[in-house]
């Protein structure tokens, strides 16, 4: 239930521009995106590995092997940079998926990412707390 | 030109013009009878109409504090009395209305803390009575009635349209014939009623306010269809227009406690007879009809008279005042004029929280347009107009702030309803005599501008030349001398724009073509209102004549009608309807 | 235009446009005009001067010139922009190039097809559809401030289609409803007087609405009336993931989608 068109342009005369398929080189900020895209697969495939170690926790020769092993080094230094990547960009982004309002006004985006940056280095520090402290048990 | 298709398109109801008058007037088919079918021509998609630059509100009655009468009594006063009191009377008791119909079809209106609708003071009223969406009312309105407009499926939109000419047949007004932009093509689109809702034609001078496609071509049309162009003589200068760009500064700048000074810092009105400055800071700051919240054309004179005493400061862009909102503070300037502050950033480089606005008078609005009636039907039966092409007239010598944006819904609304009961009377569309009506237009554009070699004239030359010619002639202030040598001037515009040749001659949206039949409109109308200002030998409203200084009631109460001749235009005169106030002197601050 | 003859120009700068003029049967091409520079002008100036002194044919939309009727959108050195809000001097003293916005059909030259973008608001039902019935009569729905806070950044869409064309998902898929037309559905739907969201959900919430933005983000960066498309889009996918939920938890009772968030 809407307008008609009274318009009898036809589409045939006109010119349609097809998207090139290097688009994302076009400018910064695609490119930018589509690293974001990419590095899910880094934290995936971290992700994975985590559930090889898990897999081998009764096994603490095969879970040292496995962490000691050159591929597995390799994978943590390029996942740990595309993980913090990963992050970094989301919680930027954090802003415009939660808005908080206090009355006519929004809670400033900076809070908003803020507050996710320190529940995440909270997290990081009781996990390395609790790694550490673990360590001097063991 | 390609050879125009024979089938001829038709609605009951056809609406030239897709801007806030011309979507209220569809939606009001819509709602009225949906069986009745619609068609809207326009030359821009409808949301790109110029009530989109409209900043400040629209007025009506909603405080209880406030009455009809006192809307009334402002708007009539406004208008130098020449406003038809019967027309402001009808117009103030429909306007609350029309703004709560808005209001229930999405307009954002800025709110009370109790949610209630918020007012605002504009210049020349009593009480604040303009209903407001920040300062993008009219963006907020347009695209409202355009987004519920959207859902008629009884609404053909012809986007992109231009209507080159009225088809009469049997005296009466059956369609237009307009060209199809994407296709070049001129076809008949016939209507059992034809209204007109084009808007104004400021682009007849050359510092405007007004968009681009403001080119008067709705008037245009009516005009040499032989009906009468009222009041045309009558051009609203709006005080504050950024120099240069034109661009509008909002009235609710003021409303908000803005105030104008000169290049000593002084708030000069003072010295023009509109009441006593009160200190920015005291709370009765800013007293309603008064000094910066005086009406629009007596701020605009007193700015020509400060700059012959030499009290202007001299720019590039001509001679300018300030507008200071500084004390306004940045909170509420972001709050209620964020645009101001955005228009002033862009385009001047200044920040008004802490800087002073160049200001300057800049043509605004038209009061004068297709003389209608209370049912905005027109002369011509079977043609109606309403909004800024159309004059009822309820805006006289001077519109008072926000009234136009309710004059585009209650008038449009009102031409929707003329409009349909004059289709249930007159149902029968002769649609083989406006077709071959329209291939003959067909025929006369092409000869026209696409004869190669004939030309000698370009379309920017003209214009320019013609902006030139009304603005030394029809400006401010005005004279027999400088409005006969304006009038003798468009005469020979006229005759050179016979030898206008395009560049191109292409079908696919040609530009070109539209900008040269937007000249046409151009010069008609700058005609009406030379000759009309001309013969209007006192000085009223906007039209002020400094060899006949004072108003005269006894000649000059009085509408102005234009009539295109083969000469010089026939002016006429009708009575003014008076009801309940007499002619009286305009006091404006403190007796 | 806001040339003053009294200023004479002796700088000049060069404009490189893209021409179509699809009855001439010619392929696209690019034309060079070199035009005055003046630091006031923005590139809508350079085309009407353009037009008006050195070439009739050129053919572009435009109308209020301050960033409000939302007319002249083009492609500025590959940016989606407003070009009566673009000014020379940003660029100066190097070219100018000026194409039409990207991924639509382009009519001829910088002219665009944006007809399906009506349509699509039309599908999303950009209007109001009441969540209460109440006639004009009774006066207007009530509306605190901060209620109205909640939508009015999404009603200040121009319709500029710049979103659209700095919009790679769109452009990949023209039949992606868009960061514009979701906006505006978003603005309803926010509307405390609104009661449509229900109704809108079949299209905003499809695989053609907000399931194919894959917010790459520069439609909020493009947008010259900071409206944040990209924004309202997640924001909807929050409240259409939060319905899916209540809808398997409680399939009955399954009521009320993006009024409050």
Request: hydrophobic letters at 40%; a negative charge; one cysteine or more.
């Amino acid at each position: 239930m809407t307008n008609r068109t009274g318009n009898t342009t036809t589409t045939e005369r006109q010119l349609i521009r097809k998207m090139p398929a290097n688009w994302w080189l076009k400018k910064p900020a695609y490119l930018r995106y589509m690293i974001r895209e990419m590095t899910c697969l880094f934290v995936g495939g971290y992700a994975m590995f985590l559930l090889m170690l898990a897999a081998r926790l009764d096994k603490p020769e095969a879970f040292a092997d496995l962490l000691a092993s050159p591929l597995a080094i390799a994978l943590q230094w390029i996942a740990l940079p595309m993980a913090i990547y990963h992050s970094v960009t989301w919680f930027n982004l954090t802003p415009k998926v939660l808005v908080i309002w206090r009355g006519e006004d929004k809670l400033p985006g900076f809070l908003i990412a803020g507050a996710h940056y320190a529940g995440w280095l909270a997290v990081s520090a009781g996990l390395i707390y609790f790694a550490m402290s673990g360590g001097t048990d063991g | 030109m390609g050879s125009s298709d024979s089938t001829c398109l038709s609605h009951d109801i056809l609406i030239v013009g897709g801007g806030g008058a011309g979507l209220r007037a569809a939606i009001a088919i819509g709602e009225e009878n949906p069986d009745l079918t619609v068609g809207v021509i326009s030359k821009i998609y409808p949301m790109r109409s110029h009530t989109v630059s409209a900043e400040g509100g629209a007025a009506a009655v909603i405080q209880s504090s406030d009455s009809h009468d006192h809307h009334c009594y402002d708007t009539i006063s406004g208008a130098d009395w020449l406003a038809d009191q019967d027309a402001v009377e009808t117009f103030v008791e429909e306007a609350p209305r029309e703004l709560l119909q808005l209001e229930h079809w999405g307009c954002p209106w800025s709110r009370n803390p109790d949610g209630t609708v918020a007012v605002r003071p504009f210049g020349g009223m009593k009480i604040e009575r303009t209903w407001y969406a920040s300062d993008k009312t009219g963006f907020h309105m347009l695209h409202s009635l355009f987004q519920t407009a959207i859902q008629y499926d009884n609404v053909t939109r012809y986007d992109e349209w231009f209507a080159t000419k009225l088809l009469i047949e049997d005296g009466r007004c059956q369609g237009v014939a307009a060209v199809e932009l994407g296709t070049g093509q001129v076809r008949a689109i016939g209507g059992k009623g034809v209204i007109m809702t084009t808007g104004g034609a400021g682009r007849i001078f050359p510092f405007t306010t007004n968009a681009a496609v403001k080119t008067g071509d709705g008037m245009a049309l009516a005009y040499r269809a032989g009906v009468a162009l009222k009041d045309m003589e009558f051009v609203q200068y709006h005080p504050t227009g950024l120099p240069g760009t034109g661009i509008l500064i909002t009235e609710a700048s003021r409303g908000e406690g803005g105030v104008l000074l000169n290049k000593n810092g002084e708030r000069y009105l003072a010295n023009y007879d509109l009441g006593e400055a009160v200190d920015v800071n005291d709370e009765r700051h800013p007293v309603k009809r008064t000094m910066e919240l005086g009406p629009r054309d007596r701020l605009s004179q007193a700015f020509e008279l400060e700059r012959q005493k030499g009290n202007t400061l001299q720019g590039e862009y001509g001679d300018y005042v300030h507008l200071d909102l500084r004390h306004i503070g940045e909170k509420k300037i972001n709050k209620k004029l964020p645009f101001v502050r955005e228009l002033c950033q862009n385009y001047v480089g200044i920040d008004p929280v802490h800087e002073l606005i160049p200001v300057r008078p800049v043509i605004h609005y038209m009061m004068g347009g297709i003389d209608t009636d209370l049912q905005a039907a027109t002369s011509l039966p079977g043609l109606f107009a309403a909004g800024e092409c159309a004059c009822v007239s309820i805006n006289g010598a001077n519109r008072l702030g926000s009234n136009s944006l309710t004059e585009l819904l209650v008038f449009g609304a009102r031409a929707a309803r003329s409009a349909v009961r004059f289709a249930e009377q007159n149902s029968t569309i002769n649609k083989q005599a406006i077709t071959a009506q329209a291939t003959q237009e067909q025929t006369r554009i092409r000869e026209q501008f696409f004869q190669p070699g004939k030309g000698t004239e370009t379309i920017a030359s003209i214009r320019v030349d013609l902006n030139r010619a009304l603005e030394q002639g029809a400006g401010i202030y005005r004279t027999e001398e400088s409005l006969q040598t304006a009038c003798d001037q468009v005469r020979e515009l006229k005759e050179r724009y016979k030898s206008v040749e395009l560049a191109d001659h292409s079908l696919t949206f040609n530009t070109e073509l539209i900008a040269v039949l937007e000249l046409g409109s151009l010069l008609d109308v700058a005609e009406a209102v030379t000759h009309s200002a001309l013969q209007r030998r006192e000085s009223r409203g906007s039209h002020q004549r400094s060899d006949h200084a004072e108003r005269d009631d006894e000649q000059f109460l009085k509408h102005s009608l234009a009539y295109q001749t083969d000469g010089n235009p026939r002016i006429e005169y009708s009575d003014v309807s008076i009801t309940r106030w007499p002619p009286g002197d305009r006091v404006y601050g403190s007796k | 235009m806001a040339a003053s003859e009294s200023q004479t120009a002796t700088e000049t700068m060069k404009l490189e446009v893209f021409r179509f003029l699809p009855d001439e049967g010619e392929l696209p091409n690019f034309q060079t005009y070199e035009v005055p520079y003046r630091d006031d002008w923005v590139v809508l100036d350079a085309l009407n001067y353009i037009k008006d002194e050195i070439d009739g044919t050129l053919s572009y939309r435009w109308s209020c010139r301050m960033g409000v009727c939302g007319s002249c959108g083009m492609m500025v050195n590959g940016e989606p922009k407003l070009t009566c809000s673009a000014f020379l001097r940003d660029y100066y003293p190097n070219q100018i190039k000026v194409e039409p916005l990207n991924y639509f059909p382009v009519i001829r030259d910088l002219i665009i097809n944006m007809d399906q973008f009506i349509d699509k608001l039309g599908e999303v039902k950009t209007w109001l559809i009441p969540a209460e019935e109440k006639s004009v009569d009774e006066g207007e729905y009530l509306q605190t401030p901060a209620q109205l806070a909640k939508y009015k950044q999404y009603t200040m869409c121009i319709n500029c289609m710049l979103c659209y064309s700095a919009c790679p998902v769109f452009g990949q898929h023209p039949d992606f409803l868009g960061p514009a037309a979701i906006a505006l559905g978003q603005r309803y739907n926010l509307d405390s007087r609104d009661g449509g969201a229900d109704e809108r959900a079949d299209v905003l919430f499809s695989n053609e609405g907000i399931w194919e933005c894959t917010f790459v983000g520069e439609c909020s960066e493009v947008c010259p009336k900071n409206v944040d498309p990209a924004g309202a889009i997640q924001m909807a996918k929050v409240t259409a993931t939060n319905d899916w939920f209540k809808g398997l938890l409680m399939p009955k009772g399954k009521k009320k989608s993006g009024g409050d968030q």
